[in-house]
Nanobody, 121 residues
Framework: VQLQASGGGLVQVGGSLRPSCAAS????????MAWYRRTPGKQRELVAS???????????SVLGRFTIDRDIDRENAKDTVYLYMNSLKPEDTAVYYC????????????WGQGTLVTVSS
């Protein structure tokens, strides 16, 4: 199982980014997928999550600005989660990590390597 995150970067206040996270190893392996973020001196924060069926939840701090989406590609055995980030603020600056929870045991999860998002004012 491997999660590969990409798509972070530097953007100005009010701008947009779309990081993605591709999970390989079998599209039937993953239940809920999620994005977390961490900034120095703060605890890791759940940003958004999405179930296999497409039900999404968001942190209050990003509600209305971020959208999580998921593409399950059975033909190519890929499960990809996206985070559409709009109206970015300096406080959104963080390393963003994706997580996939095992579809068979929700105590097992897999993490991507993180992608840095920097919002400059």
């Amino acid at each position: 199982v491997q999660l590969q995150a990409s798509g972070g970067g530097l953007v100005q206040v009010g701008g947009s980014l779309r990081p993605s996270c591709a999970a390989s190893g079998g599209v039937f392996l993953f239940g809920t997928m999620a994005w977390y973020r961490r900034t120095p001196g703060k605890q890791r924060e759940l940003v958004a999550s999405i179930s296999r069926g497409g039900s999404a939840n968001y942190a209050d701090s990003v509600l209305g600005r971020f959208t999580i989406d998921r593409d399950i590609d059975r033909e190519n055995a890929k499960d990809t989660v996206y985070l559409y980030m709009n109206s970015l603020k300096p406080e959104d600056t963080a390393v963003y990590y994706c997580k996939a929870v095992s579809a068979f045991n929700d105590r097992i999860d897999y993490w991507g390597q993180g992608t840095l998002v920097t919002v400059s004012s």
